[in-house]
Nanobody, 129 residues
Framework: VQLVESGGGLVQAGGSLRLSCAAS????????VAWFRQAPGKEREEVSC????????YYSNSVKGRFTISSDKFSNTVYLQMTSLNPEDTAVYYC???????????????????????WGQGTQVTVSS
């Protein structure tokens, strides 16, 4: 199982980026796939989650209305479209997959991702003011 994030970079405040999480060794639509981020000196936090099999999507309050998560079964990739970026969005962004088919793990709880998730290596997002 391997998850590979891409799409990070440097962007000015108000700009947009699209992150990609490409998977091999598992079918992402069968799992809950979340995006977490970790800023320097802060804990890793969940920002969004999608579970196609459970029909569920979650956004944290800090990104709701600005970020959009989606899944493409043909490329086995989950995307995070980020708009209206601000310096507080600066972090390393990770994707992680966990769970079982049809069970909703996208409810804002994170224990399952830390206990048994498959994590990518992360991609840096830097937003300048």
């Amino acid at each position: 199982v391997q998850l590979v994030e891409s799409g990070g970079g440097l962007v000015q405040a108000g700009g947009s980026l699209r992150l990609s999480c490409a998977a091999s060794g598992l079918t992402l639509d069968d799992y809950a796939v979340a995006w977490f981020r970790q800023a320097p000196g802060k804990e890793r936090e969940e920002v969004s989650c999608i579970s196609v099999s459970a029909g569920s999507i979650y956004y944290s309050n800090s990104v709701k209305g600005r970020f959009t998560i989606s899944s493409d079964k043909f490329s086995n990739t989950v995307y995070l479209q980020m708009t209206s970026l601000n310096p507080e969005d600066t972090a390393v962004y990770y994707c992680v997959a966990t769970g079982n088919y049809g069970i909703d793990y996208c409810d804002g709880t994170v224990a399952s991702f830390f206990r048994s998730g498959s994590w990518g290596q992360g991609t840096q997002v830097t937003v300048s003011s």
